[in-house]
T-cell receptor, first 115, second 113 residues
């Protein structure tokens, strides 16, 4: 149980376009989802916390107009990178948690490459 | 600033050797502590976690960790590693009762046959 999926697993796009990444909890209802960014040889950096039905809470330094997060249901959160630029190229990972289990379950990540 | 520090960025050892990875945090008060592993090409998986109780925590795949409150440490250990333990290991701290995690920089462990 507690499986989290992400789609797509990798995406290549042109500079200036927008890219949407989906995060789904497959077998449980996720009260909260988190979005992380992982740079090569670096740790995971929390970008934002997403609660179903409410606005996401962004970490300091993360542009909320750049990284749009929507948590439409208890099983789906989306991250949209708007007007992507090469510096947005990275590995984006989501995680999900539920109220009765104090643990985050991680998705496999999405590799974004902006040309 | 509050932080999570992992002492080694890169560790190379032979099969059957013992492994110990250091983790220190700077948060005060009650924290929840985690060790995650990321095998090549795979997603993060939980190795073990500490919330309260016995400070020696046993996890999956023969791993254990010891919480030493006075040292703000949560070191990961395995008595005898295998080639399949080659992975990146992340220490993480959850300073809230539940919620967002602060990760250490990670330690790349390479086990040679």
């Amino acid at each position: 149980g507690a499986v989290v999926s992400q789609h797509p697993s990798r995406v290549i796009c042109k500079s200036g376009t927008s890219v949407k990444i989906e995060c789904r909890s497959l077998d449980f209802q996720a009260t909260t989802m988190f979005w992380y960014r992982q740079f090569p040889k670096k740790s995971l950096m929390l970008m934002a916390t997403s609660n179903e039905g409410s606005k996401a809470t962004y970490e300091q330094g993360v542009e909320k107009d750049k990284f749009l997060i929507n948590h439409a249901s208890l099983t789906l959160s989306t991250l949209t990178v708007t007007s992507a630029h090469p510096e947005d190229s990275s590995f984006y990972i989501c995680s999900a948690t539920r109220t009765d289990y104090n643990e985050q379950f991680f998705g496999p990540g999405t590799r974004l490459t902006v040309l | 600033a509050q932080s999570v520090s992992q002492h080694n960025h890169h560790v190379i050892l032979s099969e059957a050797a013992s492994l110990e990875l250091g983790c220190n945090y700077s948060y005060g008060g009650t924290v929840n502590l985690f060790w995650y592993v990321q095998y090549p090409g795979q997603h993060l998986q939980l190795l073990l976690k500490y919330f309260s109780g016995d400070p020696l925590v046993k996890g999956i795949k023969g791993f254990e960790a010891e919480f030493i409150k006075s040292k703000f440490s949560f070191n990961l250990r395995k008595p005898s590693v295998q080639w399949s333990d080659t992975a990146e290991y992340f220490c993480a701290v959850n300073p809230d009762s539940w919620g967002k995690l602060q990760f250490g920089a990670g330690t790349q462990v390479v086990v040679t046959p």
